[in-house]
């Protein structure tokens, strides 16, 4: 990795004028939760709102005349293509960006502002392995330079300077720096410049439970295509792992560890009411992962431990907050879903009210399921609690009860139809 790691530092000088050195902040709310001190590397500050700047600039920054004359292509779920159409604008080069179409549309309008008339922005596919695909047959009909968001070492050296500022930032060396992880691209930047120039810092890589990429890598010892993710967290829901990147991470080691959507929801959630930071899922996935022990989290945190969890980004479309909020719910053990089949009788529906839900309790969803008959019969009915810990009274109370009851769970095709 020592070659990497220099790469890192020559990316550091090379992009030093066109990124800002991030702050890190040492969040007092994760600090006094794990008895530890916690910093939060600020990557959501950058002009373009996340670390994907630095491997877009410092990809470009090395191609000569000839090469930028061809134009360059990327595939980008938004944050690259910020970074991307940003550095198109200020190198004068022409660029084409492949976004899905899950793209969330503050991503899309920020990456017209950031790249005007140097870029072209194609919405295509339904996640970012799809855009990708189309960035590639693009590169080779047009003979464009793909700019890969992860997959190539001057993109993956651009990414780890973020662990060269850290480095000069603190007196001393951190105990962990836990890195977000989607292609893997700042993941691998990161470690091969921390197994240089801070070989007691353990780096861990936090990635979304329903988009494990790298995790199933790693287990199968090659990169693997998943069938089937979840897009919430948008920046890291990759089916595949880079090629360059998994064999970077394999060879350092590195433990990757999931973080359950609902759980970066409600981080997002804390880290907006609480740190007043507004942070994109993928953003919240580091500081999402830690806890202190005893405590389930992903990433147990010593007591007086130095830990710097990577603020990945800040792209968040606000629309999105309904559904934020509702993952969270449901992650707490707050909100639960139930389809009611009411007695055709006059009063079931108070009954239901009276004998059932307890004093904290609160009817969130009411939707009869059957449309011709909305007096009557099945309902889908979501229930917030008043504290997680009182559903077993629920459930027993729903026992007990004469009206018939379901439970509908997470992995239930009712529950996504209606949550």
Known sequence: ?????????AAAARIADSVIMSPLHISERLSAATDSTIYLKREDLQMVRSYKIRGAFNFMLQLDATERARGVVCASAGNHAQGFAHACK????????????????????????????????????????????????????????????FDDLRTIAGQGTVAAEIHTQLDDDPDIIIVPVGGGGVLAGIAAYASEHMPHTTVIGAEPAGAASMIAALKAGRPVTLENIDRFADGTAVKRAGTLTYEIVAELGLDVRPVAEGAVAT????????????????????????????TGKPITIEPGSTVVCLVSGGNNDISRYPEILERSLVHEGLKHYFIVDFPQEPGALRRFLNEILG??????????????????????VGIELGYAEDLP???ERMDASQIEIERVHQNSPMFRLFA
């Open 359 to 380: 004093p904290d309790d609160d009817i969130a969803m009411f939707e009869y399921v059957k449309r011709s008959d909305r007096e009557t019969g099945p309902a889908f």
């Open 90 to 149: 200020e190198l004068d080069i022409q660029g084409t960006i492949f976004v899905p179409k899950t793209t969330p549309r503050q991503k899309i309008e920020r990456v017209r502002h950031f790249g005007g008339d140097r870029v072209t922005i194609e919405i295509a596919g339904s996640t970012y392995d799809d855009a990708s695909a189309l960035a590639h047959r693009f590169a080779e009909r047009e003979d464009a330079l793909l700019v890969s968001a």
């Open 1 to 9: 990795m020592q070659s990497l790691a220099y790469e890192v530092e």
């Open 267 to 294: 981080e997002m959630l804390d880290m907006y009411q609480i740190d007043g930071i507004i942070a994109e899922p993928s953003g919240a996935l580091a500081s999402a992962s830690v806890g202190a022990p005893g």
């Open 393 to 395: 009274n629920l459930l």
